[in-house]
């Protein structure tokens, strides 16, 4: 199978270094660019994130949707708010008007203030718990052509029974680095999704999941999210990468109010600020001083080199048994049309086999 590649989709621009943050909150037309454009550069699929304050996602990924004719949606969505039988039927509805283009990517919560805005003041352990009765619920209710019962720690249902259900499997994405994360993905997760650590970080990280996953008798696939900011040459990129740091070092307090986010807690974050701490570069190009800036803010850390470098960089992902290459920039409509070169060169040395270490400057 080739490479996945999975964008960013927003419905206003906003980033690290973008000042321009005023404006509804729900611009359909700047939707529309950021999704065609990623179509347009060979995207599979845009991540639709989710906060307690980010518009409905569900709206949101039917118009990416409509508005295209090949681009999945990665969609996110955090148990607990929804019963799962409804968010079953929700999702198995919007697949049925855009076959095969959906995914469901479970986002358990790792900040207990994000959760609270919402009304869930349940502890992070007690969320992934919950999560594990709620995807059980979720396969159920899109695999069964009888009525079913379950009885579980969060839900109970009677005779559920939905009248749609997918023609295909609806794949189950998951992330978190912590231990209760890694034994519900294990067991749910058809993709397992990890921020941008040093290979040595990944391979570790690919082992746990594989070795929880396997009682279950399952064989995840395996995603890894990162920041490339490449360019003609290796002296440009790093000069690009300057003026980002710079400008996310200004708007850091900004930064904090918009998306009013605590990622202290999270393992994820900390792995990330951990590896930041050892140095700015590992491996290759892999650079971590945004990540050290933000507070390892969700997906933070970034490849850094010509376009020929980080497509080498990503191939060296691969290599590992990783699938599914999530990428986004910092200038997210331009960097989505360029990165269609990226798109097109790991595709091509995956493709030939390439071994990693080959094709780049």
């Known amino acids: 199978m080739p490479v996945e590649f999975i964008g960013i989709a927003a419905t206003k621009p906003f980033s690290e270094t973008d000042t321009q943050t005023t404006g509804p909150a729900v611009q359909p037309a700047y939707l529309r660019e950021l999704a065609l454009a990623h179509e347009e550069s060979g995207f599979d699929r845009v991540l639709v994130a989710h906060s307690s304050a980010s518009p409905d996602g569900f709206t949101v990924a039917d118009q990416i ?8 949606v990665l969609l996110a969505h955090r148990p607990g708010f929804v019963s799962p039988t409804l968010a079953a039927r929700k999702f198995a509805t919007l697949d049925a008007f855009h076959p095969g283009r959906v995914a469901l990517h479970v986002i358990t919560g790792g900040d207990d203030a994000d959760q609270a805005r919402d009304g869930d003041l349940s502890d992070k352990p007690t969320r992934y718990r919950r999560t594990d009765d709620f995807l059980q619920v979720v396969r159920r209710t899109w695999e069964s052509t009888e009525p079913f019962d379950h009885t579980g720690e969060f839900y109970t249902v009677k005779g559920a029974l939905s009248g749609v259900r997918p023609r295909t499997p ?139 470098q980080v497509a080498e960089s990503l191939v060296d992902y691969t290599t590992l048994g990783v699938d599914t290459l999530l990428i986004r920039g910092f200038d997210p409509p331009a960097d989505a049309r360029a990165y269609s070169r990226l798109v097109t060169l790991v595709r091509e040395q995956t493709d030939r086999g390439v071994p990693a270490g080959v094709g780049g400057g």
């Open 170 to 308: 609806i794949p189950i994405y998951f992330g978190g680095a912590s231990p209760d994360a890694v034994r519900v993905g294990g067991r749910h997760a058809d993709v397992y999704a990890f921020w941008g650590e040093p290979l040595a970080g990944i391979a570790e990280r690919i082992s746990q999941v594989r070795a929880a996953a396997e009682p279950y008798g399952r064989t995840p696939a395996f995603s890894v999210s990162l920041r490339p900011i490449p360019a003609e040459t290796e002296t440009a990129a790093w000069e690009r990468a300057a003026d980002i740091l710079r400008l996310t070092r200004e708007r850091v307090g900004d930064l904090r109010r918009e998306f009013n986010l605590d990622h202290s807690a999270q393992e994820g974050s900390r792995r990330l600020l951990d590896y930041a701490a050892q140095g700015d570069v590992h491996d290759k190009r892999l650079w971590t001083a945004v990540a050290k800036v933000t507070g390892a803010a969700g997906n933070s850390t970034a490849l850094v080199g010509s376009y020929e």
């Open 65 to 72: 949707l409509t508005h295209t004719s090949r681009l999945g």
